[in-house]
């Protein structure tokens, strides 16, 4: 490696630990060991793989159906389609270069998926040797191969994997670029952030903190041209970002995520631990907590320094999430991916560098790899469909339905997964009318879209259309969405109930058949539906 003349990661002894320096020193060479570190790796990486292959054939839920319908247009329509959902571009762009080169299976877009949570393992061990050194290094990459959070979405067609990634890399580079003034880190710091500022709204409040507390700690430190290289940093990241801040508005103003509804307090405990933990998180999460306490006065200083700026970014930008969500409800836990990054290298750098901290790592790594094994080896009839069975009604519906039918969607958001799943040629209808684009779900005004909504004047036209001897498929969420005290649930399950009514007292439909295929074990997000035949009376709404 090229040696660069940096200023010390390291205070010298007896100095203060926050205090500027100015002494050049070395950026660390590669250890004598990197051989050996790069199988240690490798076979980590193999580890996360076996955890998390299992699941690779998963059948898409609501969000998966999403992002392969928006990524499945042209490159140049998909900046225009996410103005109707609320997400930045990156991930679906990548996405849509996946799709064209390998197809839409969902094992397909899953594997894209798995690939870059396996990346998260080296991408794990290189921050932690930039930060920590070659030992901590070793536990970071052990953490992101363990990760429960990174196992479960590792098999999904979301961008949270890439965005746990891209959150590790920008605050590492951040940081390393005041530890070793360096241009180089500098330039990384600037080109992680922007990309993930384009992959997940979310992660303005990671940038928000990390400038935040690299300030302060500038301030402390009295050092004027740290504070000044913060400030151009993130200029230049708001400056490439600036071209996206309309879109970004206009998704506040009228997408945002109208289901979502303010945190309590509790929830700002439970959600980063199951992140963490998984459901081993009320376990995991205390033991590493007080593993960081007991183990704090044997660390070094300048790895306290370092540990503390981590866990102040990663924590900070949790509270930061749980204080706007009280306003402007957004909270849900897939969204602390952007925190799960600072907070393993946080934990990788206060317990890894010490005996007993290695020792609780290494009791929480085993707790969470044999509860995860365990869950995979215990017979499940309903794997294939734990988060949504729309692949199996379709499956069971399909063959029933003919071009030119239509399928009546009572909860607007699962239009694009059954589209995904359901033979071409369809016609799509929600309460709120018909759907020109069933790949696309609008979430603009969705609620107050609903409230104004009327079945008789958006469902039953595209019905009494319908030739005798049609079909129509209606597809119900399994059970009542949302908290029944939100207007988002009142809203949505008013209309589920409406459109039913219609459906059922309309003297030219005829019921044929009912599906409740994999709806047990019930999925996160399931669905039943009823196929119903078009008879020779008039049609009629009440």
């Known amino acids: 490696m090229t040696e660069v003349t940096t200023r010390p990661p390291l205070s010298v002894a007896g100095a203060d630990p926050w205090a500027p320096e100015r002494r050049p020193v070395r950026l660390p060479a590669p250890a004598p060991s990197a051989a050996r570190d790069a199988a240690l790796v490798g076979a980590m990486v193999v580890l996360a793989a076996l955890l998390r292959v299992p699941t690779l054939g998963r059948a898409y839920w609501v969000d998966e159906g999403i992002s392969v319908g928006i990524a499945s247009h042209h490159l140049s329509q998909i900046p225009g389609l996410l103005r109707l959902d609320g997400s930045p571009p990156l991930f679906y762009m990548l996405l849509h270069f996946w799709v064209g080169a390998f197809g839409s299976t969902q094992v397909s877009t899953h594997v894209m998926s798995l690939i870059i949570s396996l990346v998260l393992v080296p991408v794990a061990w290189w921050c932690g040797w930039r930060l920590f050194g070659r030992r901590v290094a070793l536990y970071a990459a052990l953490l992101a191969a363990t990760s429960p959070f990174l196992n479960w979405y590792a098999t999904e067609s979301r961008m949270y994997p890439l965005v746990c990634g891209l959150a590790m890399v920008a605050v590492t580079c951040s940081?390393?670029?005041?530890?070793?003034?360096?241009?180089?880190?500098?330039?990384?710091?600037?080109?992680?952030?922007?990309?993930?500022?384009?992959?997940?709204?979310?992660?303005?409040?990671?940038?928000?903190?990390?400038?935040?507390?690299?300030?302060?700690?500038?301030?402390?430190?009295?050092?004027?041209?740290?504070?000044?290289?913060?400030?151009?940093?993130?200029?230049?990241?708001?400056?490439?970002?600036?071209?996206?801040?309309?879109?970004?508005?206009?998704?506040?103003?009228?997408?945002?995520?109208?289901?979502?509804?303010?945190?309590?307090?509790?929830?700002?405990?439970?959600?980063?631990?199951?992140?963490?933990?998984?459901?081993?998180?009320?376990?995991?999460?205390?033991?590493?907590?007080?593993?960081?306490?007991?183990?704090?006065?044997?660390?070094?200083?300048?790895?306290?320094?370092?540990?503390?700026?981590?866990?102040?970014?990663?924590?900070?930008?949790?509270?930061?999430?749980?204080?706007?969500?009280?306003?402007?409800?957004?909270?849900?836990?897939?969204?602390?991916?952007?925190?799960?990054?600072?907070?393993?290298?946080?934990?990788?750098?206060?317990?890894?560098?010490?005996?007993?901290?290695?020792?609780?790592?290494?009791?929480?790594?085993?707790?969470?790899?044999?509860?995860?094994?365990?869950?995979?080896?215990?017979?499940?009839?309903?794997?294939?469909?734990?988060?949504?069975?729309?692949?199996?009604?379709?499956?069971?519906?399909?063959?029933?339905?003919?071009?030119?039918?239509?399928?009546?969607?009572?909860?607007?958001?699962q239009v694009a997964v059954l589209a995904h799943y359901l033979p071409a040629g369809l016609r799509y209808v929600t309460p709120t009318g018909p759907v020109a684009d069933p790949s696309v779900v609008d979430w603009r005004d969705l609620v107050g879209r609903l409230q104004r909504a009327n079945p008789c004047r958006t469902v039953a036209p595209a019905i009494a259309a319908l030739p005798p001897g049609a079909h129509v498929l209606v597809v119900n969420p399994y059970r009542h969405l949302g908290a029944s005290w939100t207007t988002w649930a009142r809203t949505v399950n008013a209309q589920v109930a409406a459109v039913n009514q219609l459906v059922l007292r309309d003297p030219g439909m005829s019921e044929v058949q009912s599906y409740w295929e994999a709806t047990e074990p019930k999925p996160y997000s399931a669905v039943d539906a009823a196929l119903f035949v078009r008879t020779a009376s008039p049609a009629a709404c009440s």
């Open 175 to 413: 940081i390393a670029a005041v530890l070793y003034e360096s241009r180089l880190y500098f330039a990384g710091a600037v080109v992680a952030f922007v990309a993930l500022l384009y992959t997940h709204n979310w992660s303005l409040y990671l940038f928000a903190v990390t400038v935040a507390v690299l300030l302060i700690w500038a301030a402390i430190r009295r050092d004027r041209r740290q504070a000044r290289w913060v400030l151009a940093g993130a200029g230049i990241v708001l400056a490439a970002y600036a071209p996206w801040i309309p879109s970004l508005l206009s998704q506040v103003q009228h997408t945002g995520a109208p289901w979502a509804i303010p945190p309590s307090l509790g929830d700002l405990f439970s959600d980063p631990a199951s992140v963490l933990g998984g459901t081993l998180g009320f376990l995991v999460v205390p033991l590493f907590a007080a593993g960081a306490a007991l183990t704090w006065v044997y660390r070094p200083s300048r790895a306290n320094r370092t540990t503390a700026l981590l866990a102040a970014i990663g924590l900070g930008t949790l509270l930061a999430g749980w204080l706007i969500a009280q306003v402007k409800p957004t909270w849900t836990s897939r969204y602390l991916a952007v925190a799960l990054g600072p907070l393993l290298l946080a934990l990788a750098g206060a317990l890894g560098g010490s005996w007993l901290g290695r020792r609780i790592i290494a009791v929480a790594v085993a707790m969470l790899v044999t509860w995860s094994v365990v869950g995979s080896l215990l017979p499940d009839p309903n794997a294939r469909y734990a988060k949504s069975n729309v692949a199996a009604i379709a499956a069971a519906a399909g063959p029933q339905l003919d071009p030119g039918d239509v399928v009546v969607v009572t909860q607007s958001e």
